[in-house]
């Protein structure tokens, strides 16, 4: 379903892979902002995809399209690309920003609903994983922004299915990205920690989708292939350690110079 009539168009050309995902729009928007070209939304409600749409066409897009996609339906990823790469003309950066969380109680005793996060998760990934890096090599080039994922906030015991589901899944776009920069591609895999969406209760030490964004482009600019994104506290407690260091150098040189003035 396109919201233009006309395909194609200039500038960087984005797909979201799980388009209605808070992190993956605004990354798509900070994308926009800095580069305008199209956009093709990919997720299962065609809604809320729609509005995703709207939102980057008001900050920038040259058009914007939508298309039907559920990352748990494996055997249509390779669909879903192609029919965005024909949209658009080419796919320049896809965002795979697709997935669920669900932790141990919702998973207790119900081995169908644990292998299904896995398939979402993990073998959802793979195949769209597969299906970019056919594209990226037709074309030559192209770029894959893919969203993983920090336990931050949940302990090891709670998470478990789902932190195996994204350990493969960063796996996976790690040596993704090794094999594509032979044939013009490239991956960066983000690690965001705990982040305030619609889908999770505010939490006061969780980061923004726009704070994730923000360092997520800078990344993608200086062509890093991975980046663990830290919380404020982490900064804050990094900056500190930093400091220290500094003043620690510093003295040691100083006491250097001074007995090397007494000698």
Sequence with gaps: MSTTDRAGGAGRSVLILGGTSAIGAAIAEALVVQ?????????????????VAE????????????????????HEAQRVVAEAAQLMGRVDTAI??????VDAAGLAGDLDAALALVQLNLQGAIAVGDALSTLIRAQGSGRIIAVSSRPNGW???N???????????????LGLGSVLRKSGGDVLVIRPPGVNTPLVEHHSTFLSPDEVAVETV?????????????????KRLAGRSFA????????????????SARG
């Design 96 to 101: 795979v920003a697709f997935g669920a969380y």
């Design 218 to 234: 800078r990344a993608f600019s200086t062509g890093l292939q991975e980046l663990t994104i830290l919380t404020h506290e982490e």
């Design 35 to 51: 580069q305008p070209g199209a956009v093709v939304v990919a997720a299962r409600d065609l809604d809320r995809a729609g509005a």
């Design 55 to 74: 939102r980057l066409r008001s900050a920038g897009a040259i058009e914007s399209f939508t298309i039907r996609f559920d990352g748990s339906e494996v």
């Design 159 to 173: 998470a478990g299915v789902y932190a195996a589901s994204k350990a493969g899944f960063d796996a996976y776009f």
């Design 244 to 259: 220290r260091k500094i003043v620690d150098r510093s003295r040691h040189e100083l006491g250097r110079l001074r007995r």
């Design 155 to 157: 302990s090891r015991e």
